[in-house]
């Protein structure tokens, strides 16, 4: 049996491997350094009371004969689709078929998994920094060609910097598809209806498909669509991934759900329009069977009233964090984007390049963020930090930074 031997091309999980080892070496040589991580890209406050509730009583639910559930239907029961058409979609405008929902596990699985639906030799981009899940997806499926000082030869780099504004611009050159992330992990920052435009009439123009990945919607503050729809055509051109880890403290729990729009379509083999939303239900009955009933009842309750007041007091406290460092870091003379509408900061590296930064903060601060580099060629010169530590430890790793 011969291996894929697209992973033997896969650089591995270099950033958070690199991290963990540099960390260990610093505490095996000061065991008495109290670490402050701001490098955590997962929640840490408690779920919503109203959610955990819900899911109790649907766990008891469970043991009686008349009520008892086996596999649920397909693509997610009905109470959960329709909360997440009228809250996340109807609310703004937004026009959705009950069809045109998918109920998943998560959005990590869903934006890794959209790539079997294109032709092995899809042309690829990807905003640069970028979600490292989008590209080692399609470098497993060996779309990407080999990686070659730090880049995939075969895959379109959007740079995202500071020079730009993090505003990316449409690939000069033709694509099948292009990912984006808004509000972006790692950048923390977001793009106007205006500045989403271009790459919908892109995917027109170019008969492309847009993967938008919304799983930091819930963060959104400012006058910024939470979904790609909310842009005029994008209903006939791109996919929305979207999640409860972030909205909802759902890291652990594990629910999300995708919108394919009937209108989304691609080329079959006689040139024919084929929808992708039909191809998904067809890939997905064969290799889901769906998110348990429980978990499903602890999604809809989110957007209950109650549940979702409990959940913005959470995302709220991110926020106030994430606002504390952008403020602090700014007073400090640090150039900085993001925080404003999701859980991350990005900083420009004062001096030298962000494995540098990583190592000065942890030595002399005993902070742990992530360097930019990482997250692919034009994260170099960045680093972020996270707000999802507790307000104590943000605001005493800020004083730390201070005193450098
Ligand atoms: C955290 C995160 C997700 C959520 O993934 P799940 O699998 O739903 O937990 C999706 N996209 C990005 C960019 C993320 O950072």
Redesign the pocket.
């Known amino acids: 049996m011969n291996v894929n031997p697209n992973f033997e091309k896969l650089p591995g999980s270099y950033l958070f491997a690199e991290i963990a080892r540099r960390v260990k070496a610093f505490q095996a040589e000061t065991p008495e350094a109290n670490l402050i991580k701001l490098g955590i890209?997962?929640v840490t406050r408690p779920l919503a009371p109203a959610v955990v509730e819900a899911m109790k009583q649907a766990a008891d639910e469970l043991l009686s004969i008349d009520t008892m559930r086996g596999y649920g239907p397909d693509f997610g029961y009905d109470f959960l689709v329709d909360a997440i058409i009228a809250h996340d979609y109807a609310a703004r405008g937004v026009t959705l078929e009950f069809d045109e929902v998918f109920v998943s596990?998560?959005?990590?699985?869903?934006?890794s998994s959209i790539q079997e639906l294109f032709a092995a030799d899809a042309k690829i981009a990807v905003t640069d920094p970028v979600?490292p899940?989008y590209v080692d997806s399609n470098a497993m499926a060996g779309r990407l060609g080999t990686f070659q000082d730090g880049r995939w030869t075969n895959l379109v780099y959007l740079p995202c910097n500071a020079e730009n504004g993090f505003v990316p611009v449409p690939p000069a050159e033709h694509v099948d598809v292009i990912y984006l992330?808004y509000p972006?992990?790692p950048t923390g920052t977001t793009l106007t209806k205006e500045q989403l435009k271009p790459f919908v009439d892109y995917a027109k123009a170019h008969d492309a498909v847009i993967v938008y990945?919304a799983?930091?919607k819930a963060f959104i503050r400012s006058d910024v669509p939470l979904s790609i729809y909310e842009v005029e055509g994008a209903k006939d051109v791109a996919i929305e991934?979207n999640?409860?880890?972030?909205t909802a403290g759902?890291?652990g729990v594990?629910?999300?759900y995708s919108v394919i729009p009937h209108a989304v379509k691609g080329r079959g083999g006689a040139g024919q329009p084929v929808e992708l939303n039909a191809m998904w239900k067809r890939r997905m009955g064969t290799k889901f069977n769906g998110v348990s009933y429980p978990v499903q009842r602890a999604a809809a309750a989110v957007f209950s009233p109650v549940g979702w007041a409990q959940c913005q007091e959470t995302i709220e406290y991110y926020l106030r964090n994430a606002h504390l460092i952008r403020t602090a870091l700014t007073a400090m003379g640090y150039t900085v984007f993001g925080g404003v509408d999701a859980p991350y900061v990005w900083l420009k590296t004062p001096a030298g390049d962000s494995w540098a930064f990583f190592d000065e903060l942890l030595h002399s601060a005993h902070v742990v963020g992530t360097p930019g580099a990482g997250f692919g060629p034009s994260g170099e010169g960045y680093f972020r930090l996270t707000a999802f530590n507790t307000l104590e430890k943000t605001q005493e790793a800020l004083n730390r930074i201070k005193e450098l």
């Open positions: 890209g997962d596990d998560g959005a990590k699985t869903d934006s979600y899940v992330c972006n992990n990945d799983a930091y991934c999640s409860f880890s972030k759902f890291t594990r629910c999300a």
